[in-house]
């Protein structure tokens, strides 16, 4: 497994606003990766975040929205831009250390006013 | 598009009972599945990853998984009160990105 962090925990914002969340892995890993949990609701897939190049996002997410930094094999950063109420959310990273199985990290529990 | 569908719950069982969680996937080119438990308030936690077919067991869980009928569950027995939870199953693709269900919860009664 592995060990993962990631900053806030938790946040409220003011609608208009950005959150940029910060998540960190204790050792090189190949492939992370940004979730949505809405209320009550699974988990959607965000994007890729690729160490070196863009972020690949899924379709209904795009980069102007949720803008993705993988500076290295450990670090990555998601920023919830504009924020409105709709994306009050759980957002969770995930690793994939050997491409065969994620952990997930504790998430980061926002609501926006 | 690339479906997960899960049980509709909630699921109630007995301690003590086997508890069982069944899911079909759509995408027949998917090389792994995995079982993730999630409490209340808290991030999903692998606890079960099956690759080839047939059963495969870690103490009380038991996967099984059938490629020709795209149907992968899970068995817990002698459940207990901890094992209350949400589960869900996730399929992943050659892609190495996971499509999850809606997830089932699981209410296990002292």
């Known amino acids: 497994s592995a060990v993962i962090s990631q900053k806030p925990s938790r946040d409220i914002c003011q609608r208009g606003t950005s959150l940029t969340i910060q998540c960190q892995v204790d050792?090189?890993?190949?492939?992370m990766f940004w979730y949505r949990q809405q209320p009550g609701q699974s988990l959607t897939l965000i994007a890729t975040?690729?160490?070196?190049?863009?972020?690949?996002?899924e379709s209904g997410f795009v980069i102007d929205k949720f803008p993705i930094s993988r500076p290295n094999l450990t670090f990555s950063t998601l920023t919830v831009s504009n924020m409105s109420p709709e994306d009050s959310s759980i957002y969770l990273c995930?690793?994939?250390?050997?491409?065969?199985?994620?952990?997930f990290g504790p998430g980061t529990r926002l609501l926006v006013l | 598009q690339k479906e997960v569908e899960q049980n509709s719950g909630p699921l109630s069982v007995p301690e003590g009972a086997i508890a069982s969680l069944n899911c079909t996937y759509s995408?027949?080119?998917?090389?792994?599945f995995f079982w993730y438990r999630q409490y209340s308030g808290k991030s999903p936690e692998l606890i079960m990853s099956?690759?080839?077919?047939g059963d495969k067991e870690d103490g009380r869980f038991t996967a099984q998984l059938n490629k020709a009928s795209q149907y992968v569950s899970l068995l817990i027995r002698d459940s207990q009160p901890s094992d209350s939870a949400t589960y869900l199953c996730a399929v992943c693709g050659a892609n190495s990105k996971l499509t999850f269900g809606k997830g089932i919860t699981l209410s296990v009664r002292p």
């Open positions: 995408d027949r080119g998917s090389q792994s």
């Open positions: 995930s690793v994939d250390r050997d491409r065969k199985t994620q952990y």
């Open positions: 099956i690759y080839s077919n």
């Open positions: 050792s090189q890993v190949t492939m």
């Open positions: 975040a690729n160490q070196g190049s863009e972020a690949t996002y």
